[in-house]
């Protein structure tokens, strides 16, 4: 799947099926809705390390990025990048990652990394993972205004975009079970 065609925006409340670097998920369903708009999605694709292993390195890569460590954004952003690259389809996907572990420009790896966090958005709903809940947020700050996305094991919000002025800028829109 081209990455452009990951543009559009995310609206809570859908029943989504959406193709993540080049692999058709399987339509989620809503489970229930939570009072603040936040909704679960109940994914139908099976676990796998691969998908783990990026999960994991994405979630790493975040919280690099919520300390603006560059040399920490650079070596996770790399082994993001390996993780990537194993997964049939997710080759766009891993020269993102790619461009943010070579970056030396904390704004651009960050533009980089919202796009990024919308593939990985699409491959983490099309996995049933057997861990804790996985929050996806949403700034509407970021991207000059259009809003953008990220994953997170915390429900507290910790925005990615722009920890250092507003890194409680954001909501949760879904959570993924």
Not at 146 to 161: F, T
Request: charged share 20%; glycine share 6%; net charge positive.
């Amino acid at each position: 799947m081209k990455i452009n065609l990951f543009n559009s925006t995310l609206l809570a409340g859908l029943v989504i099926s959406v193709a993540a670097c080049k692999q058709t998920s399987k339509p989620v369903q809503e489970k229930t809705t939570k009072p603040d708009s936040a909704k679960t999605i109940v994914a139908k694709v099976a676990y796998t390390s691969n998908t783990a292993d990026v999960f994991n390195n994405y979630i790493g890569l975040k919280n690099q990025f919520l300390k603006s460590n560059m040399k920490g954004i650079k070596s996770t952003a790399a082994m993001l990048e390996n993780k990537l690259a194993g997964i049939k389809g997710c080759t766009e996907t891993a020269t993102l990652a790619h461009q943010i572990a070579t970056g030396d420009d904390i704004k651009a790896q960050r533009d980089a990394f919202l796009i990024l966090s919308k593939d990985v958005i699409g491959l983490i709903k099309g996995a049933k993972f057997k861990s804790a809940h996985i929050y996806v947020d949403f700034c509407p700050m970021a991207d000059n205004g259009k809003g953008g996305y990220w994953l997170s094991v915390n429900k507290a919000i910790e925005n990615p975009y722009f920890p250092e002025h507003m890194k409680t800028c954001g909501q949760v829109k879904e959570q993924i079970n």
